[in-house]
T-cell receptor, first 116, second 111 residues
């Protein structure tokens, strides 16, 4: 079974631009979470989607948004990029039969975003 | 803030058991302990999780104390490929998947 895939793997953007990152979860997984990893702040939770609905959100500004499609694929968008948004963005998926059943998360390789 | 405390770094000789401790003194009754590891610049890799009983899989063993306030991840025969940052996470047994990562333990396996 294929793992979590993320595209693109590397991205360079200019301050003020916007960016969209994509995540394809493991087949059958309905929950997708996003994390940001920086050297200074470590791994931080952005948001989680289940069945196209955002179930939880971390403490990030509104410039960070996401969505999930009916096939469970997810995208996250960052508008008006700042230098501090340079980070590794990780997507994780989980087999979640319903909103109450819990399974471990599996992470993708990440998208390395550099903002200049 | 992370709900777990781990030593920042540890060394282990190749072939020996690596025992990585984690404190989670404020753990709630419905929270599991999860362990992940991250090899440089890759996505975190799931290792094992448990609620209150000891658990073992092909990668590692997880020992949780009776009061559930701490746990130990055991890699029985560490190899150079086990060099990574290991994260201990406490998370709800149901509902949303909001992992709060701490700083983890940087394990270095020495030849």
């Amino acid at each position: 079974k294929a793992g979590v895939t993320q595209t693109p793997r590397y991205l360079i953007k200019t301050r003020g631009q916007q960016v969209t990152l994509s995540c394809s979860p493991i087949s059958g997984h309905r929950s997708v979470s996003w994390y940001q990893q920086t050297p200074g702040q470590g791994l931080q939770f952005l948001f989680e989607y289940f069945s196209e609905t955002q179930r939880n959100k971390g403490n990030f500004p509104g410039r960070f948004s996401g969505r999930q499609f009916s096939n469970s694929r997810s995208e996250m968008n960052v508008s008006t990029l700042e230098l501090g948004d340079s980070a590794l963005y990780l997507c994780a998926s989980s087999l979640s039969i319903d909103s109450e059943t819990y399974y471990e998360q599996y992470f993708g390789p990440g998208t390395r975003l550099t903002v200049t | 803030d992370a709900k777990t405390t781990q030593p920042p770094s540890m060394d282990c000789a190749e072939g020996r058991a690596a025992n990585l401790p984690c404190n989670h003194s404020t753990i709630s009754g419905n929270e599991y302990v999860y362990w992940y590891r991250q090899i440089h610049s890759q996505g975190p890799q799931y290792i094992i999780h448990g609620l209150k009983n000891n658990e073992t899989n092909e990668m590692a063993s997880l020992i949780i104390t009776e009061d559930r306030k701490s746990s130990t991840l055991i890699l029985p025969h560490a190899t150079l490929r086990d060099t990574a940052v290991y994260y201990c996470i406490v998370s709800r047994a149901s509902g949303t998947y909001k992992y709060i990562f701490g700083t983890g333990t940087r394990l270095k396996v020495l030849a």
